[in-house]
């Protein structure tokens, strides 16, 4: 895909991951728009793009509203003449037995990482198939790894998979490109762990750079799932 011009929508782009995508996505000529709930998270990346002659908008909303993920789509559409890319990154992490897992717990990580993705994805179709586009979805390799202690967490990125399967066999005969990116352990401070630098594990960059590198590809190919992992993890006991 022509990456200068075309216009991107993120998910979780406050920080983290999401905020690595967006300025990679920025730096290679995209047009972004960024959606978080932290409004002054998107400001500061959205002034750094444009401050750097790039092109950026800020969405402020929470994706579990079905009314934010319609309007986001829509946003991206206006200010950027069009959709061809969408990152459902967005996402959150859930520690706890399930014995102790409340409704409120469950519901709150499947509105996040999978039925947010579902609406997204539906409303951004219409527009990724004018002429071709690209959904990233970003899972993780808890989806294929089950954990103690991690079942709704897990659980959300094994559907995530499976969704983004069947949909890739569905809309790749109009164009659109469908693929999972499961990392394993990310330097960010997903979870509320605080912002772990530790040097062993893939880089929020790593990430973005992934994502570009698979725009990139050949038009008539295909890279559908990509697991990423740090090379040298620390030796379990
Ligand atoms: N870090 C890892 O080790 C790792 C490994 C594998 C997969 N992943 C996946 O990578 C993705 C990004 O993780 P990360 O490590 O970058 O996490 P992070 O640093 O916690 O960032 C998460 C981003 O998602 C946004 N977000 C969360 N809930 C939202 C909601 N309801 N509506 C809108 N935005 C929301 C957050 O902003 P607000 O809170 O301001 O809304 C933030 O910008 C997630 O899907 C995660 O499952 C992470």
């Not at 950026?56 to 991206?76: E, K, L, Q, S």
């Not at 066999?169 to 990392?183: D, N, S, Y």
Request: hydrophobic share 45%.
């Amino acid at each position: 895909m022509e990456l200068r011009g075309a216009s991107a929508l993120v998910t979780g782009a406050g920080r983290g991951i999401g905020r690595a995508i967006a300025r990679g996505l920025a730096a290679a000529g995209a047009s972004v728009t960024a959606v978080s709930r932290t409004a002054a998270e998107l400001e500061a990346l959205a002034g750094e793009i444009t401050g750097q002659g790039g092109r950026a908008t800020a969405f402020p909303g929470d994706v579990r509203d079905p009314g934010v993920c319609a309007a986001a789509v829509a946003r991206a559409v206006e200010a950027h003449g069009g959709l061809q890319i969408l990152v459902n990154n967005a996402g959150v992490g859930s520690h706890a037995p399930v014995i102790e897992t409340s409704d409120e717990e469950w519901d709150r990580v499947f509105d996040t990482n999978l039925t947010a993705v579902f609406r997204l994805t539906r409303a951004a179709l219409p527009y990724l198939t004018r002429g071709g586009g690209h959904i990233f979805m970003i899972s993780s390799l808890a989806g294929t790894n089950p954990i103690a202690g991690m079942a709704a967490y897990c659980a959300s990125k094994a559907a995530l998979d499976h969704f983004a399967h069947c949909l890739m066999l569905e809309v790749r005969q109009q164009g659109v490109k469908v693929t999972t990116i499961a990392p394993g352990s990310v330097a960010t401070g997903f979870g509320g762990e605080g912002d772990k630098a530790e040097s062993w594990k893939l880089q929020p960059g790593d990430v973005a750079d992934t994502i570009v590198d698979l725009l990139r590809t050949r038009d008539a190919a295909h890279l559908s799932r990509v697991e990423m992992r740090p090379l040298r993890p620390p030796k379990r006991a």
